[in-house]
Nanobody, 127 residues
Framework: QVQLVESGGGSVQAGGSLRLSCAAS????????MGWFRQAPGKEREGVVV????????YYADSVKGRFTISQDNAKNTLYLQMNSLKPEDTAMYYC????????????????????WGQGTQVTVSS
């Protein structure tokens, strides 16, 4: 069974940085749609950064452009999210997700429809 395990969350002050990791088991992360989503209390889950791991399209939410960077290590089957210049509004539970790419369908849509999800890691940014 596919498993995604996130780590790296924590509490930081505004302006700080965190690096989230998502280790995937049971399959290699190459040629998949993978991404990071987040959900703050009382808010809907939103896509933060989504990538097609064959090196194709990367989606960044406007709110994180220039601050967050997604990367992958195929040898380690691990996806990363480097978060810099963190703001209190970045506080949320962050989830890693993956899905098989669907022809003609954006990766973020494929994940939301058919994705596998990790258990989440909490990020708290204080002002």
């Amino acid at each position: 069974q596919v498993q995604l395990v996130e780590s790296g969350g924590g509490s930081v002050q505004a302006g700080g940085s965190l690096r989230l990791s998502c280790a995937a088991s049971e399959y290699t992360i190459s040629n998949y749609c993978m991404g990071w989503f987040r959900q703050a209390p009382g808010k809907e889950r939103e896509g933060v950064v989504v990538i097609h791991t064959d090196g194709g399209t990367i989606y960044y939410a406007d709110s994180v452009k220039g601050r967050f960077t997604i990367s992958q290590d195929n040898a380690k089957n691990t996806l990363y999210l480097q978060m810099n210049s963190l703001k209190p509004e970045d506080t949320a539970m962050y989830y890693c997700a993956a899905a098989t790419p669907l022809k003609g369908v954006a990766c973020i849509t494929a994940i939301q429809a058919l994705g596998h999800w990790g258990q989440g890691t909490q990020v708290t940014v204080s002002s």
